[in-house]
């Protein structure tokens, strides 16, 4: 068919043997060419694309300027080209990997449904007017087609670019030349115009050459001198990027007469900083460090007395307890003293918008000087990870409150699988609707599935006419869209199904012809092909196949990437007005969407991939070379943006004073679906509002996996600025440490990676460290001057000017997108530091602690934002077996810290003593299960034995006691004072923490040894976040029992202490002298223990009736092994009808 044969014509074929002097010579190189219409390769190798400017780029080299379109100044027509080229990059899925082509497949559709957006891939378009050709015609921001000539011959990208070079650029359909110019549409983009590149510059070297320039204006202006160097031209009307003013009419801005020329409205408008550090009342923090000291020392003096006064009739019973409570008191010293300095925040959006959004004299057009953000979303598996729920997740991002054109998606699918493909196409398509609708009515969550279910009314504070009539056209689209996504695993089965059958059919047609041409009669044997999963488009899909076969299975796949919405414009797009295809009057809204882009690295079988680390780093490197962020949020595919002012929140403390030198910005984590009661402390607010606010006002919060702002030179393993200025004299106070005289200016320092000040950022040694992509290289220091703060004060060190990032951004070509799929292959990471030093952490199935805490051994900081609206919310296991198996796998990658190179006690000077403490307490915790199990069987112990820990429960015991237990509460009601918490959540936080100390926490300790003793991996399976199949029940999952054993441990202490509160009774009851101290001491610790454990007793019931026979079975087995072990033990006597004191009878 012809359309087969000009598909073929759109693939884009990439070969190694690019030049050996760009890449190391190990690197396997890529070159780019396609097949024109007229059947001849035309070559498109990275240099020559840059050189030639056949696909043209809108770089800038060292400045640009504005100046309108004259006859002695027309547009060039590269900037037409690469607008064209972006199209096309956007409609075709890049494929590559290991001793592979690199192929660009050009899709005629997506999804089965039709794409509307112009940004979107797949959107539909003209037909080239060429004959045999069937290929789109380009089109622009608003989807109106590009037409190179006058006549409006209609002609696609690859004819056009045969013309050009093949038939003297004469149009098809005139006969007459190409004119270099489209004066309307550049005129209607009202973009500055790029000056010609100089030649033999790259496109990278252009950009860092504009970032230099602007470098020498970081000194002098934080000085009161003009700084020449920010002016152009000497004229009066002076036009161009990074003027200091605009001068007015007869102003002496321009000429050489000595005078300053500073604009009066900065000198005389006050610096505002964009956040405050709130501390806690002194009436709160100060009774509650006196308590800590006071239960300190009582703990020290009780320890002591106990150590002392030895139960010589139970020695045995008085050194385990000894031993416990010796450890729990280390413990709680570990988890008290990071609390000692809380702290509070707030941050200033008002501010923010005045110093980076609003038109000054750095920015006459009030363009966005923001750094640009790149978002991204983790899932591997469309079974566990439903995808509605992924696409929700994304269209709460695409509709964030941030600047479009400087927030970027990418979407990691670890699995490959079509069905996420599909339906992120599909959240593509939807977002046309909703992300218009969430800016013109302000809708708050921008989560769909959330907003349609909220509880209140929906119509509060809307004003607009319109709203109701939208928000029902919305939801009906939204309902048709749920249906589409549940509906793509059957609609994919039935196609490939489909296909397959016609591809057997062709099959066996070949071979019935075969074997009439080879003069044999037996056709009788059957055809076999492989069942492949097919696209929309008709091809094969090439990643992981429903039915698995050879480099297309979960772990051999070809690398993916396919650019979902394409970069915006510039300039803001409006809507049109109410139409009968378009039922929302979007006119008075901008329509533009931020890029999005679906990424499935490469496997192959051989490789350690390592999990979702080696997945983000895998973005990490996609993302620098597409569109290199300064910063990265990461988020679950089930965490979606709650507040669309989030990403503000936590930009507002990277541009402070101060702010270069911090790290990440990490948001507390808050869920939904949750059980009212949540009775296994899901919500776990003791760690996000307690613990991390503490942690806030050291050295900062721990890295929790998800909810949390990068920044990306910290990913990158580099030093922060002006870390040599402090070490630690001791353990707790910091002292200034003299600076050594170097030569290295502040802007390179910046750049340092590693302890000697003479290593410096070397492009030879890069590849050692980032591996072999020149292109990701040079996006570094790009990345590090586009993330600094405003030098708008003289306190603020390595600033960079206003107004540096509101030129527009690379438009997207082959080149980049191909170079991309080339880092993301399986091996690109060999011999690098990537996983090591560089990025995600590997070595640990909880590698979002371990990146943190590298982080914060180099000297960075961490700030912890809690916003008033909660930024981001996610779902949380409510099941207890899979409750326990999340915190199983926590505490696995806790001892797995502990025994690595990553233990808080190897730490590096520059970690203040109390942020050690506070991870050297993340990786012993696990280890408290081993004390706490034996000290929930003590009082089963002693009830038995007729014993205690004590010799007598004496007045010094008791007012021991009393003070600890007193103090323990006083701390508390405290602590709930100055994190917000209530009583409630810190007692279910008590409880759990005993049900997960003598069951996973166990667990991982055992399964920690093996591996670091025997090297025993233990894998681990995705949490669940599918929800239950009652559907009239929201908390159905809550009442699910799935028999694990690691509820083993817990059943038995409870039935143990059951039974030893029993056998107590009857022992004291029947004794010829009863011991009631003893009994009492024993209950009361008995009750202690069956009171934390009262959840997990509750939640093995399920609901009323419905509680699995196999719980019964082993409770029976338990309880009748203990009295049958007992009895055998100690059996009862009966000599002259007497019972001896210390033994029982059974009445």
């Not at 091996?827 to 590997?842: L, P």
């Not at 982080?855 to 409750?883: E, Q």
Request: with cysteine.
């Amino acid at each position: 068919m012809a359309s087969d044969s000009y598909r073929d014509a759109r693939v884009r074929r990439l070969s190694e043997d690019m030049d050996s002097q760009m890449r190391p010579p190990l690197a396997p190189a890529v070159t780019f060419a396609r097949r024109t219409a007229s059947g001849r390769y035309v070559s498109y190798s990275r240099d020559s694309i840059e050189l030639s400017g056949d696909l043209g780029n809108g770089d800038y080299a060292n400045y640009t300027v504005h100046i309108p379109p004259t006859p002695d100044n027309q547009p060039m027509d590269p900037t037409i080209s690469a607008k064209v080229e972006e199209q096309y990059v956007s409609n075709s899925i890049f494929t590559g990997g290991f001793n592979s082509v690199t192929r660009a497949h050009l899709m005629d559709k997506v999804i089965d449904s039709e794409a509307q957006h112009p940004q979107m891939a797949g959107a539909k378009g003209s037909s080239c007017s060429l004959p045999g050709c069937d290929g789109k015609v380009m089109s622009d921001e608003r989807g109106v087609d590009i037409l190179p000539c006058e006549c409006d011959f209609k002609i696609c990208r690859d004819c056009y670019i045969d013309a050009q070079k093949n038939a003297g650029g004469i149009c098809p359909g005139c006969k007459e030349p190409y004119r270099a110019e489209l004066e309307e549409a550049i005129l209607e983009t009202n973009r500055p115009l790029s000056l010609p590149p100089p030649p033999g510059m790259s496109k990278m070297e252009r950009r860092l050459s504009m970032m230099k320039s602007t470098k020498s204006v970081l000194l002098r202006s934080q000085t009161g001198d003009f700084d020449h160097n920010r002016w152009l031209y000497e004229t009066k009307g002076t036009y161009g990027y990074g003027n200091a003013f605009w001068p007015k009419e007869g102003g002496a801005g321009n000429e050489n007469d000595g005078t300053e020329a500073s604009p009066p409205e900065l000198l005389n408008r006050p610096w505002r900083p964009l956040t405050r550090k709130l501390k806690v009342p002194a009436a709160v923090l100060s009774p509650y460090r006196l308590l800590i000291f006071i239960r300190l020392a009582a703990l020290v003096l009780f320890l002591t007395w106990r150590i002392k006064h030895p139960n010589q009739d139970a020695i045995w019973l008085w050194g385990m307890s000894v031993v416990c409570e010796i450890w729990f008191g280390f413990s709680w010293l570990l988890d008290q003293l990071p609390k000692l300095c809380p702290v509070n925040r707030a941050t200033d959006l008002a501010v923010l918008k005045e110093k980076f959004e609003t038109p000054g004299p750095d920015n006459p057009t009030g363009k966005s000087d923001l750094p640009g953000i790149d978002v991204f979303v983790s899932t591997a598996d469309p079974e566990k990870e439903p995808p509605l729920v992924t696409a929700n997740t994304i269209l709460s991002i695409l509709a964030a409150d941030y600047p479009v054109e400087k927030l970027a998606c990418y979407v990691s699918d670890d699995g490959g699988a079509l069905l996420t493909f599909e339906a992120m196409a599909e959240a593509a398509s939807f977002a046309n609707l909703w992300v218009p609708f969430c800016r013109k009515h302000d809708i708050e969550p921008r989560n769909p599935e959330t907003y349609f279910n909220l509880k209140r009314d929906p119509y509060k504070n809307k004003v607009r006419a319109d709203f109701v009539k939208d928000r029902r056209r919305v939801k009906r689209e939204y309902d048709e869209f749920k249906v589409r996504i549940n509906g793509l695993p059957d609609s994919i089965r039935r196609r490939s199904d489909a296909y397959h059958a016609r591809e057997e059919i062709k099959a066996m047609k070949l071979h019935r012809q075969k074997v009439a041409a080879a003069g044999d009669d037996d056709v009788s044997e059957p055809v076999k092909i492989l069942k492949a999963t097919w696209m929309a488009d008709g091809t094969h899909w090439p990643g992981t196949w429903t039915t698995p076969a050879p480099e297309h299975s979960r772990g051999d796949h070809a690398g993916i990437i396919q650019v979902m919405l394409k970069p915006p414009s510039d300039e803001p797009l409006r809507g049109v007005a109410l139409e009968e295809d378009k039922p929302v009057d979007f006119s008075e809204v901008d329509i533009r969407l931020p890029l999005l882009v679906y990424v499935s690295r490469e496997k192959r079988p051989g490789y350690d991939h390592n999990k979702k680390a080696g997945a983000m780093n895998a973005l990490v490197r996609a993302s620098a070379i597409m569109s290199n962020g300064p910063f990265i949020l990461n988020l679950d595919c089930d965490h979606y943006v709650y507040n669309s002012q989030a990403m503000r929140e936590g930009m507002c403390f990277m541009m402070d004073r101060g702010g270069d030198r911090i790290c990440y910005v990490q948001f507390p984590q808050r869920f939904e679906g949750i059980d009212p009661s949540d009775r296994y402390a899901n919500h776990n607010t003791v760690f996000f509002d307690g613990n991390m606010r503490a942690l806030d006002g050291l050295q900062g919060p721990v890295y929790v996996g998800t909810g949390c702002l990068f920044r990306r030179m910290a990913l990158y393993g580099f030093d922060p600025p002006r870390s040599k200025e402090r070490t630690s004299c001791c353990c707790c106070f910091p002292r200034l440490k003299r600076p050594k005289p170097s030569a290295v200016s502040e802007e390179n320092r910046a750049l340092r990676m590693g302890d000697s000040d003479d290593e410096e950022l070397s492009v030879c040694l890069n590849p050692k460290k980032f591996g072999n992509s020149s292109f990701l290289i040079d996006s570094i220091p790009v990345a590090e001057y586009q993330g600094r703060p405003l030098a708008d004060h003289p306190s603020i060190k390595n600033g960079r000017p206003p107004g540096a990032l509101t030129i527009p951004r690379d438009l997207l070509d082959a080149s980049t997108v191909a170079e991309a799929v080339n880092v993301i292959s399986c091996w690109y990471e060999d011999k690098t530091e990537w996983g090591q030093r560089i990025g995600w952490i590997y070595g640990s199935v909880t590698e979002d602690v371990v990146t943190g805490y590298r982080m914060h051994n180099r000297g960075w900081k961490s700030v912890y934002c809690v916003t008033k609206r909660d930024a981001f919310r996610g779902t949380a296991p409510i099941n207890l077996t899979d409750r326990l198996h999340q915190v199983l796998r926590w505490a696995t990658g806790s001892v797995e810290i502990f025994f690595s190179r990553n233990n808080a006690l190897l730490a590096s000077t520059r970690m203040k003593f109390l942020q050690r403490l506070a991870y050297l307490n993340v990786g012993i915790y696990p280890f408290t299960s081993i004390f706490l199990i034996v000290y929930c069987f003590l009082p089963a112990l002693c009830l038995f034995s007729g014993q205690f820990i004590v010799q007598t429960l004496n007045v010094t015991f008791l007012v021991y006691l009393l003070v600890i237990t007193l103090t323990l509460c006083m701390l508390a009601v405290l602590e709930i004072k100055w994190s917000g918490i209530n009583l409630e959540e810190w007692w279910r936080n008590e409880q759990f923490w005993l049900i997960g100390g003598t069951s996973a926490h166990l667990a991982a300790v055992l399964q920690g040894l093996l591996k670091v003793i025997a090297g025993i991996e233990i894998s681990f399976t995705l949490t669940s976040k599918s929800a239950g199949d009652d559907v009239d029940d929201e908390f159905a999952d809550l009442y699910v029992v799935k028999w694990t054993s690691l509820m083993i441990p817990p059943i038995t202490i409870m039935m143990t202490n059951l039974i030893a509160i029993a056998v107590g009774f009857s022992r004291t009851i029947y004794s010829v002298i009863p011991q009631w101290s003893r009994l009492l001491g024993g209950v009361f610790f008995s009750f202690w223990v069956l009171a934390h454990l009262y959840p997990f007793a509750k939640g093995l019931m399920g609901r009323r009736g419905r509680t699995p026979t196999i719980v019964f079975i082993w409770s029976g087995l338990i309880a009748i092994t203990i009295s049958l072990l007992w009895v055998a033990i100690k059996p009862p006597s009966s000599a002259n009808g007497q019972i001896p004191s210390g033994t029982f009878q059974f009445p």
